[in-house]
């Protein structure tokens, strides 16, 4: 199954930086291009410049943001701003946040770990692959030759066999701490121990794992290796391209959050009585009584009716641009197979963001599920107050509130080889970008 290795990760020398908040970033995904400036000014040496380097006026070749990044770090590793660490190490990666007042604590093993392809089922994807964020990850690797961001990835283990190892190895101060600006505390250990290297590389070896997030940059490592093993450049199936920088969380861990996203509807002129009088075929509607005040309040009070509501299976809010919040509960005496269409499975079928994409955007609404209808209708927000605000400004025709989804049905529909529709899923909380890096060229 799942064959990982240690490796001498790429980390920022604190003595140079001081604090590591300043030159860390999120996932380059959930940067917009106004973030992406906020990082840029943040600190001279942020691994935004590494990660979604800038376009400048003056790029005479498409290609030089990638080039861009590739010179900046190597000039850090040469200035000792970046530097290696001297012997292989498979890294534990702890972060602690509060959410919703529960302190939680979630932590992983970053290691290297063979890219096979999907079919093989050692490695199982959740979402779609999309052919303009894979060419652009493809560019930057085969530039940097290095894994700048962990691809995350689940496993299976409810009887805790590596809890207390993993605990052992964090009793040592940290090689890395920082906290980023939403509260949350990362520390960083690197595990050189060869009795505990053995004992992951074991354990793993008899175990499948499931992308929680970052498709797109398995599938470039995967790709790049298949391209140098075809042209002949790589002969040995020890060559480190052949393997890809990874976090492997516990999905039965208590820390380990999904968030939902919400749909926000851009499609214009929606007759909102029609599409009640349709949605009525699936759903009973309830208007909910929403207390008066800020809206952040009245937001907050439909999420909570919507999870106190989760008992009943398949619960969605809505909200209209006339100002009312709505409840739309399944009809129990329906059968959610049936009037879901398609050789499909029954995790997949029974998923609310599948009821919600195929009932209700693509039946009610009529869009169309490929990328260029998504994209000119659809929005997605993980704020439900930012979807409540397009629609008082204006800038929506409504908005569709979610519960979040599970993580076995993660694990329940990729076990099926069926995908989620887009944005069915936010893990929380996420590795930073430039925490631990690793060089795909040497061991």
Known sequence: MAEIRPFRGIRYNQEAIGDLSLVVSPIYDVIDDEARDAYYNKHPYNVIRLI????????????????RAAEFLERWLAQRILIQDPVPAIYCYRERYLMDSEYKECTGLVARLRVVDFAEGVVLPHEDIMPKPLEDRMKLLSRTKTNLSTVYTLYSDPAERLKDPILAEMDRFPLAQFQTGDGTAHDLWGVTD?????????????????????????????????????????TDDDDPRNFLMVMIVEMENPGLSVLPVHRIVRTPDVDIEALLKTLETWFSIAEVDIPKGPTS???????????????SPHVFGAYLPDG????????????????????FSTAYKTLDVTILHKLVLEKALGIA?????????????????????????????????????RVEQVRDVADNGDKMPQKSTYFHPKPCSGVVMNRITEW
């Open 297 to 311: 309040g009245q937001v907050f009070h439909l999420l909570k009716q919507m999870q106190s509501a989760g008992s």
């Open 324 to 343: 009312r919040f709505l409840l739309l509960t399944w009809k129990q005496e329906l059968d959610v197979e049936k009037e879901i269409k398609g050789d």
């Open 369 to 405: 599920p490929d990328r260029e209808s998504v994209e000119r209708n659809l929005s997605f927000a993980r704020d439900a107050l930012e979807a409540i605000r397009e629609v008082e400004s204006k800038n929506a025709s409504l908005a569709f509130l979610v519960n979040p989804t």
């Open 194 to 234: 060869e009795k505990f290297v053995k004992k992951m590389v074991k354990f793993f070896a008899g175990k499948q794992l499931y992308i929680a997030d970052g498709h797109h940059r398995y599938q470039t490592a995967l790709e790049y290796s298949r391209k140098l093993r075809e042209s002949g450049e790589i």
């Open 52 to 67: 979604l380097n800038r376009p400048k006026k003056s790029d005479a070749d498409p290609e030089q943001p990638y080039i």
